[in-house]
């Protein structure tokens, strides 16, 4: 499987990348074992290519930082929460066809 060309986030900077950023930002929490979350890695990639200059797109092995997911109540795997200035304001659970996502985050990446 090819590597993922997006970026990835961690407990250590999320504040930092995440909730300091100044536009909306997707994050992906995946886990290595997942296949849902290897699933979606190609949409998320499409999307980041099309929205890059609207919405910033990064990924969270959970497994290897569970602070975060924990404190942002993240139980299932793959989920998507859009943060923006700071707060949660969607959060998508589960593999969508890429059409379903893009409506979801519309709201936010027009």
């Known amino acids: ?23 909306p930002v997707l994050v992906d929490f995946w886990a290595s074992w997942c296949a849902p979350c290897r699933q979606l890695a190609p949409i998320l990639e499409e999307i980041a290519t099309e929205k ?36 949660v304001v969607r959060s998508i659970v589960g593999v969508r066809p890429k059409s379903a996502i893009l409506k979801e985050l519309e709201e936010h990446t027009a």
Do not use: C, H
Not at 56 to 85: C, E, H, S, W
């Open 52 to 87: 890059g200059e609207k919405l910033t797109i990064l990924k969270m092995d959970a497994d290897a930082n569970p602070v975060t997911p924990a404190q942002f109540r993240v139980t299932g795997l793959p989920t998507m929460n859009l943060y923006y200035k700071g707060e």
């Open 1 to 23: 499987m090819a590597e993922s060309t997006l970026a990835a986030v961690t407990d250590a900077n999320f504040d930092e990348l995440v909730l300091k950023a100044d536009g």
